[in-house]
């Protein structure tokens, strides 16, 4: 593929839906990243899958955030009776390396607003 | 904590003229640090990394672990390089990059 790529790109919910994230990493990257993007700020950590092992979740906010990499390949972040506090953009890396040993591609982001 | 201070969130110049933009770290250990950019509708990309001693697009950053610092640099700012630069440090290879708040730099004509 040409990249990272995450859908939707634009998702708006009211206060309480569940909504689901979507990402293809690029073909045969082991290493997957979530980031959380509030307006205004860098990048924060969500969680690291490496193949379909996620290695760290220490950055998702609550217990409403639920991500998973089944198959190694695709993976999908789920927010549970989102808060409007959720409101931000989503970002997903991967790379060819474990970990931060190689270069980070990043997808476009999905913009997620809360009503 | 890790942490990663950018000071300036808007470094705005005139082309030609020098550009630093400002990145401070807390780790006592050895981190590794990078510089990553985003353009205007653009995905947000690696510019360079300190085990690297690169010079990309002009750009050379170098890590001073005394000051904990890994400024960028580049002598001559093109109205090209106007975009959002981040700063970010990983401390182990498990995949936590942490990123600073980010400078806006702005190259006017």
């Known amino acids: 593929g040409a990249g990272v790529s995450q859908s939707p790109r634009y998702k708006v919910a009211k206060r309480g839906q569940d909504v689901a994230l979507r990402c293809d990493p690029i073909?045969?990257?082991?290493?997957l990243f979530w980031y959380q993007q509030a307006l205004g700020q860098g990048p924060e950590f969500l969680t690291y899958?490496?193949?379909?092992?996620?290695?760290?979740k220490s950055g998702l906010p609550s217990d409403r955030f639920f991500a998973e990499r089944p198959e190694g390949s695709v993976s999908t972040l789920k927010i549970q009776r989102t808060q409007q506090e959720d409101s931000a953009v989503y970002l997903c890396?991967?790379?060819?390396?474990?970990?931060?040993?190689?270069?980070?591609?990043f997808g476009e982001g999905s913009r997620l607003t809360v009503l | 904590a890790q942490r990663v201070t950018q000071p300036e969130k808007l470094l705005s110049v005139f082309k030609g003229a020098p550009v630093e933009l400002k990145c401070n770290y807390s780790y006592s250990g050895s981190p590794e640090l990078f510089w990553y950019v985003q353009y205007s509708r653009q995905r947000l990309q690696l510019l360079l990394r300190?085990?690297s001693r690169e010079s990309i697009k002009g750009f050379t950053a170098d890590l001073n672990k005394g000051e904990t610092s890994f400024h960028l640099k580049k002598p001559f700012a093109q109205e090209e390089d106007s975009a959002m630069y981040y700063c970010?440090?990983?401390?182990?290879?498990?995949?936590?990059?942490?990123f600073g708040q980010g400078t806006e730099l702005s190259v006017k004509p």
């Open positions: 300190h085990i």
């Open positions: 899958f490496q193949n379909e092992a996620q290695l760290d």
């Open positions: 073909s045969g990257h082991v290493s």
């Open positions: 970010a440090l990983s401390y182990y290879q498990g995949g936590k990059l942490i």
């Open positions: 890396a991967s790379s060819f390396m474990l970990g931060t040993a190689g270069e980070l591609f």
